[in-house]
């Protein structure tokens, strides 16, 4: 796994800083050329907090001191690849809000390559080829992830389905076992419905799986496994298409590598579910 940087750290550990920390990091994140060049007075100035408070977050993010993460921020903010986009405006050309569109979905996909752990994927994949049943949760806009997951899941022959409805999630995380997977997907981390899904699929012995852009959210505390998406975007809402693409990239990345890792068994399934649509299509 790449090194993240100090950008996508900030942005996945947002949701769990204290109040006054996160007026810094909120600032950092939006205008991160401009902090690069004030010093720890005038950063913790523009944040609206004390000095103090700039150097706890360095601390935090594991720097020596304020020069330490200045320094490594402006690497970062030099490079393409880091860009902050900002949202549309009124008089944004359709030509301006075609490159901006696929700026930030590359972006999203490069930021999630950079913060996805290999162990963790290694860990989810081992687990779903043991399972008797896999169960996926979302909400919203995850949902399309959690369809497309199920729809993979489908063709290599794994007992699998996607549950939207509150209650059909209620009712499925209840009936999972040690013998079991549970899913959530959900871009913010902070679907309760998504996270007390996976805890009561967990209290049966479950093994459970998070697909989230944040750490330290109930989503993610209800899992045993985190898997990351990232976008660095101001404006990256949960339902815009940055974010489905990073989740639906995770999608991909667990159908091939249950090929790789499963590969005879994912095989024949393989061939038989192609069989029965040969002869469905047929008939």
Do not use: W
């Not at 994912?266 to 649509?277: D, G, H, P, Y």
């Amino acid at each position: 796994m790449e090194s993240k940087g100090i950008l996508l750290t900030i942005k996945q550990i947002l949701p769990a800083l204290p109040v006054q920390e996160r007026k810094v990091a909120d600032y950092v994140l939006s205008h991160p050329h401009e902090a690069v060049g004030r010093s720890i007075t005038s950063l913790a100035h523009a944040s609206g907090v004390g000095a103090t408070t700039v150097s706890r977050l360095c601390r935090r993010l594991g720097m020596e001191g304020y020069q330490k993460f200045k320094i490594e921020l402006a690497q970062e903010t030099g490079s393409p690849e880091n860009r902050i986009y900002p949202g549309g405006t009124p008089e944004e050309t359709l030509a301006n809000l075609s490159q901006r569109m696929f700026a930030v979905n590359i972006q999203a996909l490069h930021n999630t390559q950079k913060t996805l752990d290999i162990s963790a994927l290694e860990e989810v994949v081992s687990a779903i080829l043991q399972a008797r049943r896999v169960d996926i949760y979302a909400v919203g806009g995850a949902g399309i992830a959690a369809r497309e997951l199920h729809f993979k899941f489908m063709q290599l022959g794994i007992n699998a389905n996607a549950f939207l409805d509150s209650q059909m999630r209620v009712m499925s995380a209840a009936a999972l076992t040690s013998e079991d997977v549970g899913i959530g997907i959900s871009h913010s981390g902070m679907q309760r419905q998504v996270a007390e899904a996976l805890t009561l699929a967990g209290s049966g012995g479950a093994t459970t799986v998070a697909v989230t852009s944040f750490s330290a959210t109930p989503v993610a505390e209800a899992a045993d496994i985190v898997l990351h998406t990232a976008s660095l975007g101001a404006d990256v809402r949960f339902d815009s298409p940055s974010v489905r693409n990073a989740q639906l990239v995770i999608a991909d990345i667990l159908y091939e590598a249950l090929l790789l890792q499963g590969k005879e068994l994912a095989q024949e399934k393989l061939a038989r579910v192609a069989r029965s649509i040969s002869d469905h299509l047929a008939a």
